[in-house]
């Protein structure tokens, strides 16, 4: 075995590896960028080597300075991760060389399977079921659209050398393969230095479903089950579960003897995943095949008992896997929430800054159920402009599914994250969405069920009460401290207001008081609606999250303090709430709203992000959906486009240009 390894990475996943290596007694190094040098990652290694500046290209990327990183410690491997060298043959090649071990598949695996056109040839000849379409060199636009209408429409425009939603795109017309295909290809070659693209068939209400495998040196090849990815946004997977609610035993079983005839063909040798695609029918089709350890391979962890990352570095060090296809059980249920550092009332553009507040759930067993975050961050770190937006994987385990769903939603609503903005209303908005719970899903599900994107949730009258409920006992357990403090002027005489009026929103929710009398913990009757509320919490004022019970329903809620009220999160509910006298109420609702600024001739920066390019002129006439402006955030092309017709009055940026978020770009007349 080893005695040490680099981590070719950065982040949850390097953290994620020197885990597993500290329990293994393997000594880690971990490599860092300018931006890093204060990361987790580099304070949980044992060494660390500088490696250059931010910009991954001249860091991360760079397969000679993690060589002499290795060099310099003496570790004899390297484990990569996932992104970055994770699959590049050349890397592996170049390790060879200077005889360090790459905690990985082989050179000709990674190449068979790391080019998508070439892997689909592949895959034909193995005799894996795969989509119809070209995977010859496409030249130009107008060869893309021949193809498409061969094909026949909607298809699916990629970047052969892709991964992670970049350099994808979907067309449902002849001007949407123009467009998608330029795009592809600019994303293609400015994310991997390849702009080859493919086309193939586009399957209307697709699943998305991956088949976990993992095969020694000696012949021995297993899968360890299925993951289901098909809740994704713009391509990019944002929850995963295993298994999938929609498979049955047979389907699997096909899915995952294919995956293994796969990856023998290819002599495979370590921790892989096969991709499908699967229809209504359960027909399945090749995807790709991913060379390296999956994002979110803590749910197949979690439900096999089996530590993927161990596996890969005992597998490199030419060991023998210790079970067979019949040892492998799955258990339970669990699910994968990526918490990312990015705007869901903004589109989900990225968002940078500094961890001011973050304070993950507590891991470990809860009653009958497992919560799991992995992380790279901590509180006070720096979210980057240079790297992914991806802040923790946060999973859940359980005996079942609609448990491991409750156990997510009640984990997300005790995430606290401050400082940035984040997808956290969005997790726990989904947790609570009937077709998410029923199982009723595809890859299409985010843009058909938020077909405007995710707006702040209006509460319904039961969760106006709800939120009602936890607003006053925060409010009342923070006057009971004020008026028993030592240095009060003049003492409570005991009596308790009975009625009050808390405002949710812009509701008002009459409550009064059943019982007289505060006591810590918290424990109260009260009214509200007509409806009898038992009241039970041991929050304390400055305690982020508010844990209680409000009429038996166990109640997890985030409690933020503001000017005259506090700020609530709850099950994706934003809202800030106020907690009146019925007088103060009244005069309350006589206040004027303050109106937003009007932006509407306006073109705002909507991320911080580099300008790539500025499509107009100044006096420019421009339609409706015309390209105005193109940035770059987070290595991912965001095309502005006019909302209605206008005319271009000051362009405020120019290309190169780096911007702040609300920085404007252009005025219009």
Known sequence: MFKKILIANRGEIACRVIKTARRMGIATVAVYSDADRDALHVEMADEAVHIGPAAAAESYLVAEKIIAACKETGAEAVHPGYGFLSERASFCEALEREGIVFIGPKPKAIRAMGDKIESKKFANAAKVSTVPGYLGVIEDAAHAEKIAGEIGYPVMIKASAGGGGKGM??????????????????EARSSFGDDRVFIEKYIVDPRHIEIQVLADAHGNAVYLGERECSIQRRNQKVVEEAPSPFLDEKTRQAMGKQSVALAKAVDYQSAGTVEFIVDRDRNFYFLEMNTRLQVEHPVTELVTGIDLVEQMIRVAADETLPFSQKDIKLNGWAIESRLYAEDPYRNFLPSIGRLTRYRPPAEGRHGNTIVRNDTGVFEGAEISMYYDPMIAKLCTWAPDRPTAIDAMGQALDGFVVDGIAHNLPFLAALMTHPRWREGRLSTGFIAEEYPDGFAPMVPDQREETMLAAVALSASLIEANRRERHVDRLRASDGDLR?????????????????DGLVTIPFDMEMEAVGETLHVITD?????????????????????????????????????????????????DRLMPVKLPPDTSKLLLCPMPGLVISIAVAEGQEVKAGETLAVVEAMKMENVLRAERDLVVGKINAKPGESLAVDAVILEFA
């Open 539 to 587: 929050w304390r004022p400055g305690d982020p999250v508010w844990n209680g019970a409000v009429s038996g329903q166990a109640v997890t809620a985030q409690v933020r303090p503001v000017l005259n009220g506090m700020l609530i999160d709850w099950q994706g509910l934003a809202v800030r709430a106020g907690v009146f006298t019925p007088r103060h109420a009244e005069l």
């Open 169 to 186: 795109r979907v067309a449902w017309n002849e001007a949407g393969v123009c467009d998608g295909f330029d795009r592809a290809r600019s």
């Open 498 to 514: 009975q009625e009050w009026v808390v405002k949710i929103g812009g509701s008002y929710v009459p409550v009064r008081l059943i």
